[in-house]
């Protein structure tokens, strides 16, 4: 990976702009209310979803940073693995009228998140590591074989479904899942088959491009009128792991960890200096570090789509591009 300057510098002079809040309440007609997740903010616009992807950068179920271009670099990937991926299953994209929006059909989201994992690897207290490391050999329905170590290859791809909980995700097994009335059997097994084959083709396209999808998390919902539909984002930065092929093999043996192309080394960074999930008050992520992260998220889009990231105008005010953007979009709509 080598940074172009352009990007680097664009980087550095956006440090002190990024997208970490929005307020389109106040300046988008008909919007009804909003609800602010750790990366999305999602405004009802009645019949749509306006979702607005942020630059907050999160982790162990907490915000821990803001960084440049992050929302835009989410929202573009999102949308090129969601026309993509169509042959596999429907989703809720109606328009996207700004680099950071994405227009949805409303649905009924499924209170369970989708996580397929190729590897044993990750460091937050739900990461197939960490529960390995700890003596769990079945996980989420999942026998896991004795004698592996850390970042090895699974024999196959396996889904750990988690149940969507208001500060943390909760490890759940299927069968629970639909005794608990979260999903109904038909739905949740034609969804967990959407969800294999969406990482299955994802890993075949990283591999095509020198990457390897490591782990990803997928949402889904149902539409008026019962048409499961995916939604949130796909084979992201932030809902994904991605890997450098061509040195995994040989760090591997080595006992080093993988060339990484998503947030783990941030996740790490806090480990190292902070109780992520206790302390209340976490250090600020050094600048470098912030940049790194930005460089790596607009890598993996450029290297995955093959599309140059475009760098936004920064004489107007991302605030004021995205309430324009929408407003326009929302009148063609209506």
């Not at 990024?18 to 999305?40: A, F, H, Q, W, Y």
């Not at 005794?179 to 994802?202: C, N, P």
């Not at 209340?280 to 790596?296: K, N, Q, T």
């Amino acid at each position: 990976m080598s940074a172009n300057d352009h990007i680097i510098n664009a980087i550095k002079a956006s440090l002190s702009n990024c997208l970490s809040e929005t307020n389109l309440i106040d300046t988008v007609p008909d919007l009804m209310s909003v609800t602010r997740g750790k990366v999305r903010d999602i405004y009802d616009g009645g019949d749509f979803l306006v979702l607005v992807t942020t630059d907050r950068q999160s982790a162990f179920d907490r915000v821990l940073a803001s960084i440049p271009f992050k929302g835009q670099v989410l929202n573009e990937t999102s949308l090129w693995w969601f026309d993509q991926t169509r042959h596999i299953t429907p989703n809720a994209v109606l328009s996207v009228p700004d680099k950071n929006v994405t227009i949805a059909k409303k649905c009924t989201i499924f209170p369970v998140e989708f996580v397929v994992r190729g590897f044993v690897t990750g460091s937050t207290d739900t990461s197939l590591w960490t529960v390995y490391k700890n003596g769990v050999r079945n996980y989420c329905g999942n026998a896991i074989p004795e004698g592996l170590v850390k970042n090895q290859r699974l024999e196959k791809n396996i889904l750990t479904p988690t149940t969507k909980a208001a500060d943390h995700d909760v490890p759940v097994i299927p069968d629970e899942i639909v005794e608990r009335g979260l999903m109904t059997k038909d739905d949740y097994d034609d969804v967990s088959r959407k969800a294999l084959s969406l990482f299955e083709y994802g890993q075949g396209v990283a591999r095509e491009h020198g990457l390897i999808l490591v782990d990803t998390k997928y949402e889904f919902g149902k539409t008026s009128d019962g048409t499961i539909v995916l939604v949130d984002e796909v084979h992201t930065p932030d809902s994904s792991r991605y890997w450098i092929a061509n040195s995994y093999e040989e760090r591997f043996q080595r006992g080093q960890e993988p060339e990484n192309i998503d947030k783990e080394f941030l996740r790490l960074w806090f480990k190292d200096h902070c109780n992520p999930y206790e302390d209340e008050v976490l250090p600020e992520a050094p600048e470098e570090l912030v940049c790194e992260l930005a460089w790596r998220y607009i890598f993996l889009y450029e290297t995955i789509t093959g599309a140059k990231f475009e760098v936004p105008n920064t004489n107007v005010p991302v605030h004021d591009r995205i309430s324009q953007n929408v407003s326009s979009a929302l009148a063609l709509l209506r």
